[in-house]
């Protein structure tokens, strides 16, 4: 995969890990060579407030934006990760779906605990856009 390597939904929207999703990203950002020298940075925070866009011009990500012309809905569904471009060492950027999206209604906040979980259990730096 060159630099400008695109992001993989890593937790589908549903919940389900995507496991050859991640068998194919971790063979195609060559992650075996980098051993233990890596580091994964997470995002999240409310639906609509920026998180893709400013992990995309952070670590030069290619996380899918909302589009403003279109209103404002969901873009990220589920965990997307993807290789930040021209930083050493090794960095994983991790986009997590936003909190309090209207497509889930205002009573399921299950997935938005268990993504946060997971997040703070597999990231070294978790970033909270409010």
Known sequence: M????CATQL????????ADGLDRFVKEVKLNECGLSYAVVAIMG???S?????????????????DAYSGRSQTTKGIWIAKCVGIEPCTIAMDLEGTDGRERGEDDTTFEKQSALFA????DIV????
């Open 2 to 5: 060159d630099e400008d390597c």
């Open 11 to 18: 937790i589908y929207g549903d919940g389900e890990f995507n």
């Open 46 to 48: 409310p639906q609509s």
């Open 50 to 66: 920026g998180k893709s866009t400013l992990l995309n011009h952070l670590f030069r990500t290619k996380f899918r934006e909302m």
């Open 120 to 123: 703070l259990a597999v990231s």
């Open 127 to 130: 970033l909270i856009n409010m």
